[in-house]
């Protein structure tokens, strides 16, 4: 069982910055892939960004250069920094953790970008 807890959240405004993280209760080392999903309000859940256990990063077409995914195996944490948000990346952020046969959900953060 991976236990992830979030945090980071908050209300920023548009073109400022959040920095999301999420600590992970297994080494993240053994654990394939690290990854920021998102929900806002009647839409699918939706990949943000993802690290594998080789340090391979992917984002979702939206991100456009604008967020890092980084993780830290000495803290145990995946942190996912977020730059020039817009209004439309207000949602719900989850930190997810893919083991082969098993996938692990945190709780969620949200984040609301608003003037």
């Known amino acids: 069982q991976v236990q992830l807890v979030e945090s980071g959240g908050g209300l920023v405004q548009p073109g400022g910055s959040l920095r999301l993280s999420c600590a992970v209760s297994?080494?993240?080392?053994?654990?394939?892939?690290l990854g920021w999903y998102r929900q806002a309000p009647g839409k699918e859940r939706e990949l943000v960004a993802s690290?594998?256990?080789?340090?391979?990063?992917n984002y979702g077409d939206f991100v456009k250069g604008r967020f890092n995914i980084s993780k830290d195996t000495s803290k145990r944490t995946v942190d996912l920094q977020l730059n020039s948000l817009e209004i439309e990346d207000t949602a719900v952020y989850y930190c997810?953790?893919?083991?082969?046969?098993?996938?692990?959900w945190g709780q969620g953060t949200q984040v609301t970008v608003s003037s």
């Open positions: 690290v594998d256990s080789h340090g391979n990063k």
């Open positions: 997810n953790a893919y083991i082969p046969c098993a996938e692990y």
């Open positions: 297994e080494y993240v080392s053994r654990i394939y892939t």
